[in-house]
């Protein structure tokens, strides 16, 4: 199923395609592809090039690592998750290797990396449907990580799947439409809150 972001600029295609669906199809991500994706992320900017970032991955064909990590996942998630070819978790590094201190961006890279990842999953077709909703004490202890690095997220991917295979509360969800803040409630130059200049003028109500 498409679900193109009505966007009210035009954005690159690959941005405007990529969507979160929770229905995934029955085709594994072959192995070479899964690569790319992983790769994409290694590619990902990072403060002082840190690269601060863990990918936990288990794929259907493993069934053992994929209970590992479903299992790490609120029940909620669980419930569409477990029908998705490839499940990751994300792992960031809180401190700099090597000096202690404390790498404050270091979740904001490991977002720069899913969000490479995601960009390139959409032009191999496929798609990411990222989760906070994990538990993080669960990841810790199932993959032995250490101290210093803290699980983010889970991610969900694969080829799109057919929506009416959900279950009816899901399946709604899959099929709202897409929605956004406007930009004038984000961009901001000069004081809090003032809209940046670029931003078009809200239209004048009618006389
Ligand atoms: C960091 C992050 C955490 C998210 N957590 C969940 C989650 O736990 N469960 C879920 O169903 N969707 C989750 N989502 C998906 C968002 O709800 C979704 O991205 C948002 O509604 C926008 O929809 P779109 O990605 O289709 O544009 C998460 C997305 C991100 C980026």
Redesign the pocket.
């Known amino acids: 199923m498409d679900k193109p972001a009505p966007a009210d600029h035009p954005i690159h295609d690959l941005l405007r395609r990529r ?2 669906p ?1 229905a995934f199809a029955d085709r594994p991500v072959e192995p070479a592809v899964l690569l790319r994706l992983l790769e994409a992320a290694r590619w990902a900017p990072s403060s002082y090039n840190e690269q601060p970032w863990a990918f936990l991955v288990a794929t259907r064909e493993q069934p053992e690592e994929f209970a590992r990590a479903l299992g790490c996942l609120v029940e909620f ?1 669980q419930s569409w998750a477990k029908a998705a070819p490839v499940l990751m978790l994300t792992v960031a590094h809180r401190i700099f290797e090597g000096k202690g201190q404390d790498n404050r961006h270091a979740f904001h890279d490991v977002g720069l990396a899913l969000a490479n990842l995601t960009v390139q999953a959409t032009a191999e077709g496929l798609f990411v ?5 994990i538990v993080p004490d669960k990841v810790r202890s199932a993959f032995r990580v250490p101290p210093d690095w803290e699980p983010v ?1 889970g991610a969900a991917l694969g080829y799109p799947g057919d929506p009416s295979a959900l279950p009816e509360p899901l399946r709604q969800r899959e099929l709202a439409p ?1 929605t956004r803040k406007p930009l004038a409630a984000f961009v901001f130059t000069g004081d809090w809150g003032r809209p940046a200049p670029q931003l078009p003028r809200p239209a004048a109500p009618p006389a």
């Open positions: 969507w979160s929770r998630n449907h990222q989760m906070a909703g997220a897409r």
